[in-house]
């Protein structure tokens, strides 16, 4: 600088900007460049400044300016390509950190920064390079180590991105950073225990951490842990106020909890905080249908259809939402986005052949193929009636259900034709077109409540079996004068909503058998801890059951089912029992809403919780319906009897 004043004044201006009084040192750079406007260094400073004030264009502007006046210039360059980065101009800020490299090859900032740039481009072969050679170059650096293993994680090389993880653990024993990526990693690899002490790691050692606070949350939601879950979530919702996906998770988890309000509230911060965001919009739809707000939810799914219309939940959701409304017209052929994502069970079978879309089969073999839940088999296994008769069907179901199908589909009317039942897992015959089971309502064209209608019943169980459980189930009557009630309160513990749609056996089962006259049988195959020690105080017989077609046959025996919404409602359905299907307050798409019946089986009475979570008055309403049926009583007098179904 020629003047010594200036000279001074531009020392100021570095001192200022040390010290962060950011504005002042602005001002006296703008004055020493009214005087020299092509002083590089004043004009370096500047740029920096006005990046560091988020005025990234001007500022990229004088980087630029500054790097092509003196090529040589690392900082300025190193300022620039920062500068492109956060403007969104990667592959401007690629060329700047390149020219940093051919300048000095050993720079790991340079190389740190360009695996940076490379990988917000999508180049994560280019990227995984640079960050490698950053961390040789710097092999006592975890943070680099933690970068890398992120891109790996990315990449899809979960081995290398644990071996990364675990190298900057050994580096820096208090990398937070690294002890959740690592957690990322086994979760993903599906090693829950070892996840969740690692991320029980990363929030020891940063205990305000939101994502610790998250990540952790979600593997103790997976474990079921759903109370720890909660804490945590709401923990980082107070800590990141302002991120939607922070609430979205809390939302998430208050709705597996049953606090579905409280859910909707989340949700709408979260739609508030991110009103593009179509997953947001997709969960509070969700939650907001599971609430009984139809109108508002088929709203909400519209638009977040509207904004992805190619992502498979968010279609999926948009379908369940139809189907619990009733429009079976858009649900079921929009169910079938539960193959593109809407379903993380599901997998695409990979079949050679052509999907089935209702046209004839005459001389042809279909595949039609179960998919999702034994129950869901159970119900929809009932469209093989309505399959042309001139082809030939291979029904493939679950193992546990093939001897009952294969036995009840024989001596019914239900499948016409050549139908074969086959196990899932063993090999198949030779098909020329396939279709999932849950695809039938689509395929055959069906767009109202009527068309799901089956006369029951239309699976019949082992006919000896019948009779063995005949005999046991005439011998109670005969005791007892005993209206036989089968019961069953609680479904698979790793169903989604089973927090929601089980209950306690006591809760259920012991105003039951406090009534005079009902015998009450166990109709589900799994027990949970103290279930066997209620049905020893409450004097219920614990019959062991020999899979479906021992089931079947009890079933058959009853006077009557009380159930949860499980497998056995849909069993019992099937064989046209009386059925007395208990649901949550936010019950399952199939179940719809409001009504105390359903097309899906004539026999069967809905009872409703008219509050989240509140069985009590339910179960008041079933022990009230009981006693209604003691003038039906002497119409009952054979096992084989069913009870009418009141309104």
Same mark, same amino acid.
């Given at each position: 600088?020629?003047?010594? *004043?200036?000279?001074?004044?531009?020392?100021?201006?570095?001192?200022?900007?040390?010290?962060?009084?950011?504005?002042?040192?602005?001002?006296?750079?703008?004055? &020493?460049?009214?005087?020299?406007?092509?002083?590089?260094?004043?004009?370096?400073?500047?740029?920096? &400044?006005?990046?560091?004030?988020?005025?990234?264009? *001007?500022?990229?502007?004088?980087?630029?300016?500054?790097?092509?006046?003196?090529?040589?210039?690392?900082?300025? =360059?190193?300022?620039?390509?920062?500068?492109?980065?956060?403007?969104?101009?990667?592959?401007?800020?690629?060329?700047?950190?390149?020219?940093?490299?051919?300048?000095?090859?050993?720079?790991?900032?340079?190389?740190?920064?360009?695996?940076?740039?490379?990988?917000?481009?999508?180049?994560?072969?280019?990227? &995984?390079?640079?960050?490698?050679?950053?961390?040789?170059?710097?092999?006592?650096?975890?943070?680099?180590?933690?970068?890398?293993?992120?891109?790996?994680?990315?990449?899809?090389?979960?081995?290398?991105?644990?071996?990364?993880?675990?190298?900057?653990?050994?580096?820096?024993?208090?990398?937070?950073?690294?002890?959740?990526?690592?957690?990322?990693?086994?979760?993903?690899?599906?090693?829950?225990?070892?996840?969740?002490?690692?991320?029980?790691?990363?929030?020891?050692?940063?205990?305000?951490?939101?994502?610790?606070?998250?990540?952790?949350?979600?593997?103790?939601?997976?474990?079921?842990?759903?109370?720890?879950?909660?804490?945590?979530?709401?923990?980082?919702?107070?800590?990141?106020?302002?991120?939607?996906?922070?609430?979205?998770?809390?939302?998430?988890?208050?709705?597996?909890?049953?606090?579905?309000?409280?859910?909707?509230?989340?949700?709408?911060?979260?739609?508030?905080?991110?009103?593009?965001?179509?997953?947001?919009?997709?969960?509070?739809?969700?939650?907001?249908?599971?609430?009984?707000?139809?109108?508002?939810?088929?709203?909400?799914?519209?638009?977040?259809?509207?904004?992805?219309?190619?992502?498979?939940?968010?279609?999926?959701?948009?379908?369940?939402?139809?189907?619990?409304?009733?429009?079976?017209?858009?649900?079921?052929?929009?169910?079938?986005?539960?193959?593109?994502?809407?379903?993380?069970?599901?997998?695409?079978?990979?079949?050679?052949?052509?999907?089935?879309?209702?046209?004839?089969?005459?001389?042809?073999?279909?595949?039609?193929?179960?998919?999702?839940?034994?129950?869901?088999?159970?119900?929809?296994?009932?469209?093989?009636?309505?399959?042309?008769?001139?082809?030939?069907?291979?029904? *493939?179901?679950?193992?546990?259900?093939?001897?009952?199908?294969?036995?009840?589909?024989?001596?019914?009317?239900?499948?016409?034709?050549?139908?074969?039942?086959?196990?899932?897992?063993?090999?198949?015959?030779?098909?020329?077109?396939?279709?999932?089971?849950?695809?039938?309502?689509?395929? =055959?064209?069906?767009?109202?409540?009527?068309?799901?209608?089956?006369?029951?019943?239309?699976?019949?169980?082992?006919?000896?079996?019948?009779?063995?459980?005949?005999?046991?189930?005439?011998?109670?009557?005969?005791?007892?004068?005993?209206?036989?009630?089968?019961?069953?309160?609680?479904?698979?513990?790793?169903?989604?909503?089973?927090?929601?749609?089980?209950?306690?056996?006591?809760?259920?089962?012991?105003?039951?058998?406090?009534?005079?006259?009902?015998?009450?049988?166990?109709?589900?195959?799994?027990?949970?801890?103290?279930?066997?020690?209620?049905?020893?105080?409450?004097?219920?017989?614990?019959?062991?059951?020999?899979?479906?077609?021992?089931?079947?046959?009890?079933?058959?025996?009853?006077?009557?089912?009380?159930?949860?919404?499980?497998?056995?409602?849909?069993?019992?359905?099937?064989?046209?029992?009386?059925?007395?299907?208990?649901?949550?307050?936010?019950?399952?798409?199939?179940?719809?809403?409001?009504?105390?019946?359903?097309?899906?089986?004539?026999?069967?009475?809905?009872?409703?919780?008219?509050?989240?979570?509140?069985?009590?008055?339910?179960?008041?309403?079933?022990?009230?319906?009981?006693?209604?049926?003691?003038?039906?009583?002497?119409?009952?007098?054979?096992?084989?009897?069913?009870?009418?179904?009141?309104?």
């Amino acid at each position: 600088m020629v003047s010594p *004043e200036l000279a001074a004044l531009f020392g100021q201006a570095q001192h200022h900007d040390r010290a962060g009084r950011l504005d002042e040192a602005e001002r006296l750079c703008r004055l &020493i460049l009214r005087r020299l406007p092509n002083e590089t260094a004043v004009l370096h400073l500047l740029g920096v &400044i006005l990046c560091r004030t988020r005025r990234l264009v *001007e500022g990229a502007e004088m980087l630029a300016g500054v790097a092509a006046a003196q090529p040589g210039n690392i900082p300025a =360059l190193r300022a620039l390509g920062d500068a492109f980065h956060a403007l969104g101009h990667l592959a401007d800020s690629v060329i700047a950190y390149q020219r940093i490299l051919f300048l000095q090859p050993g720079d790991a900032d340079a190389h740190l920064r360009l695996g940076l740039s490379r990988q917000a481009l999508g180049q994560l072969p280019g990227a &995984i390079a640079a960050f490698r050679m950053a961390a040789a170059l710097k092999p006592a650096d975890a943070d680099i180590r933690v970068t890398l293993g992120m891109a790996l994680e990315a990449a899809g090389d979960t081995a290398a991105a644990l071996a990364a993880y675990a190298d900057a653990i050994r580096r820096d024993a208090d990398n937070a950073p690294a002890f959740l990526g690592l957690g990322n990693v086994l979760a993903d690899q599906g090693r829950a225990a070892e996840a969740m002490a690692a991320y029980a790691r990363a929030l020891h050692l940063a205990p305000d951490w939101p994502d610790a606070l998250t990540n952790l949350g979600l593997a103790l939601q997976a474990d079921g842990q759903l109370d720890q879950a909660l804490a945590l979530h709401r923990r980082a919702a107070q800590l990141a106020p302002d991120a939607a996906n922070v609430h979205m998770n809390l939302g998430t988890a208050l709705q597996l909890a049953g606090q579905g309000a409280a859910a909707v509230d989340s949700y709408r911060r979260a739609v508030a905080l991110a009103p593009e965001d179509a997953t947001c919009l997709s969960n509070l739809g969700q939650a907001l249908a599971e609430q009984g707000q139809v109108t508002e939810a088929l709203a909400v799914h519209g638009q977040a259809a509207a904004l992805a219309p190619d992502n498979g939940v968010v279609r999926f959701n948009q379908a369940l939402a139809w189907l619990l409304a009733g429009d079976d017209a858009r649900g079921w052929p929009a169910y079938a986005w539960r193959w593109r994502g809407g379903v993380d069970e599901l997998a695409d079978r990979g079949f050679a052949v052509p999907e089935w879309k209702g046209e004839d089969l005459a001389g042809r073999t279909l595949l039609v193929h179960a998919e999702q839940g034994l129950g869901d088999t159970l119900q929809f296994v009932r469209f093989l009636s309505r399959l042309p008769s001139d082809g030939r069907v291979v029904l *493939e179901v679950q193992p546990p259900l093939l001897a009952l199908l294969r036995d009840g589909l024989a001596h019914s009317d239900l499948a016409p034709g050549d139908v074969a039942v086959v196990a899932r897992g063993r090999p198949l015959p030779a098909f020329d077109l396939h279709v999932p089971l849950m695809s039938l309502p689509a395929a =055959l064209g069906i767009q109202e409540a009527a068309g799901l209608a089956m006369p029951a019943p239309y699976l019949k169980a082992e006919a000896d079996r019948v009779r063995a459980w005949a005999g046991r189930l005439g011998g109670e009557r005969l005791g007892t004068g005993a209206l036989n009630v089968g019961l069953a309160w609680s479904g698979n513990p790793r169903h989604r909503a089973d927090r929601l749609r089980s209950m306690s056996l006591a809760d259920l089962a012991g105003p039951l058998a406090a009534l005079p006259g009902v015998t009450l049988w166990p109709v589900q195959a799994d027990r949970r801890r103290g279930d066997e020690d209620v049905l020893a105080a409450l004097g219920v017989a614990d019959v062991a059951l020999d899979g479906f077609t021992d089931t079947a046959a009890l079933l058959t025996g009853l006077d009557l089912v009380i159930t949860v919404d499980t497998a056995v409602a849909h069993l019992a359905g099937a064989l046209g029992r009386s059925v007395w299907l208990l649901l949550p307050y936010a019950p399952d798409w199939r179940w719809r809403l409001n009504s105390r019946d359903t097309p899906w089986y004539p026999a069967t009475r809905l009872f409703r919780q008219e509050r989240q979570g509140d069985w009590a008055p339910v179960i008041r309403q079933v022990v009230a319906a009981l006693k209604a049926q003691e003038s039906a009583r002497p119409a009952l007098d054979t096992p084989s009897g069913t009870l009418p179904v009141p309104l």
